[in-house]
């Protein structure tokens, strides 16, 4: 575990490259930092050396590095492991945001540290790194009821009325980031956590 909590500076969305992808459960990653990229005004543009897609926002007067790794889940932590290297960015100012199975679709959760929770890109990152200290930024998808159909759950879209409330939670969530990069992670997480779901306040 990462010592005491440091400037945000990088935010990486997980999810997998390419159309067929796109919509899907576990891409939900992707959508949240595609969101933040639109909101302040930048396009994410592909860097073979990350093995990913990046770009850089003004949030509060911090810049944030936004990053998609292109290289599909179970690698995440590859792209993650080359630039938190060269910008010598600390794990503790690292936030990763993913799709949750165990949360409801429209829930959103924001955490310090813990284990990967099953989930294979979480899990390559922090094997990459060696740490497991980051900033989890949790997005509830739901979850299919049988493990054994996880793996489909996750590669398809979700209803309508499930992708609407996942849609709400990332814009709730797009909006707490001025405090997030202003270090007032604590009152982030009372704001989500105590949000109503499908809330569009």
Not at 21 to 40: C, I, K, P, Q, S
Not at 52 to 80: D, H, Y
């Amino acid at each position: 575990m990462s010592g005491p909590a440091a400037v945000l500076k990088l935010v990486v969305g997980l999810g997998n490259p390419g159309p067929s992808y796109a919509r899907t459960r576990h891409n939900a990653g992707f959508w949240l930092v595609d969101e933040l990229a639109r909101r302040y005004d930048d396009q994410f543009r592909r860097d073979a050396r990350w093995h990913g897609e990046l770009c850089q926002i003004q949030v509060a007067g911090q810049f944030l590095w936004l990053l998609k790794p292109m290289t599909f889940m179970n690698r995440s932590g590859l792209a993650v492991a080359r630039l938190t290297g060269f910008y010598k960015i600390p794990p503790a100012a690292l936030l990763v945001v993913h799709d949750d199975l165990d949360l409801p679709p429209g829930v959103v959760r924001l955490k310090r540290g813990g284990g990967h929770g099953g989930h294979n890109g979480l899990r390559d990152i922090i094997s990459q790194l060696g740490d497991n200290g980051f900033l989890r930024l949790r997005l509830g998808i739901g979850h299919p009821g049988a493990s054994r159909e996880a793996i489909d759950y996750v590669l398809s879209s979700a209803p309508v009325e499930e992708q609407q409330l996942i849609e709400g939670a990332v814009q709730d969530a797009v909006r707490e980031f001025p405090r997030l990069a202003a270090g007032e992670v604590e009152k982030v997480m009372h704001a989500l956590h105590s949000r109503k779901t499908g809330s569009v306040a």
